[in-house]
């Protein structure tokens, strides 16, 4: 059984840093892209940040260019999500979310986490 589990959620002042963390269980995630998304009350899910299979290249989200940075360590398969700069707007709950390639359509994913809330205050 397939398993994502998201950490490293919490509330946050603007301008402070985040690190999320998404460590997968029955599968390799060396062998999958992993991308986070985001979701706000009432909203549709947002593709913020990703990283390919190789993690060669990155892919970033129009809301992360410039402060969020996604990573995997293959040898503890868990990926990160660097969150650098946070606003109010990025308050949200965050998933992460794998598939054979990245892409930025959540309906490509076929394995996604619980989700972990992000809170950033003014």
């Known amino acids: 059984q397939v398993q994502l589990v998201e950490f490293g959620g919490g509330l946050v002042q603007t301008g402070g840093s985040l690190r999320l963390s998404c460590t997968a269980s029955?599968?390799?995630?060396?062998?999958?892209?992993l991308a986070w998304f985001r979701q706000r009350p009432g909203a549709e899910r947002e593709f913020v940040q990703g990283?390919?299979?190789?993690?060669?290249?990155?892919y970033d989200g129009r809301s992360a260019k410039g402060r969020f940075a996604s990573s995997k360590d293959n040898t503890k398969n868990t990926g990160y999500l660097q969150m650098n700069n946070l606003r109010p707007e990025d308050t949200a709950m965050y998933y992460c979310?794998?598939?054979?390639?990245?892409?930025?359509?959540?309906?490509?994913?076929?394995?996604w986490g619980q989700g972990t809330q992000v809170t950033v205050s003014s």
């Open positions: 990283i390919n299979w190789d993690g060669t290249a990155t």
């Open positions: 979310a794998a598939s054979e390639y990245l892409d930025m359509a959540a309906h490509v994913y076929d394995y």
């Open positions: 029955g599968l390799s995630l060396e062998n999958y892209a």
